[in-house]
């Protein structure tokens, strides 16, 4: 199965429906913005994203999307992360391994990256949630 984009801006408006869904504050459906799916999903269009600037030896724009993908200091998406974190029902939070909430935690966080500190800020965070619930 092929899915046939057609030029830079189709593939820039794809990386925008995905940024928005995975990072909407009201989503409809909250499995979009953990999903691995998603993220694997994304990860194709930015490879796409990151194969165009480079068959075009654009190298500035190459290093402007590495750079908009780091996560760590980017406040607004931070807390919204957290809050998300904060709205998973216990009961799907607790159960899982030390593992298992990492890797949630990078399906989360796509399409940006987030060191592996921030990822065990992000990790202890959601613990700190739903200890007590």
Not at 49 to 57: A, P, Q
Not at 71 to 94: T, Y
Request: hydrophobic share 35%; glycine share 4%; aromatic share 10%.
């Amino acid at each position: 199965m092929n899915l046939e984009i057609d030029g830079k801006w189709e593939l820039i408006a794809l990386h925008r429906i995905i940024l928005e869904a995975k990072y909407n504050e009201s989503p409809v459906d909250l499995d979009v913005q953990g999903s691995p799916f998603s993220k694997f999903i994304y990860e194709k269009v930015f490879s796409l994203l990151i194969d165009h600037y480079e068959s075009e030896g654009d190298k500035k724009e190459v290093e402007r999307w590495l750079d908009w993908r780091k996560l760590d200091g980017n406040s607004l998406q931070i807390d919204n992360l957290k809050n998300r974190l904060s709205i998973i029902h216990s009961s799907n939070w607790a159960p899982l391994s030390d593992e298992n909430k990492v890797e949630y935690i990078n399906c989360l966080t796509t399409p940006y990256l987030a060191s592996e500190t921030l990822v065990q800020e992000l990790v202890e965070f959601a613990d700190n949630v739903h200890r007590d619930s």
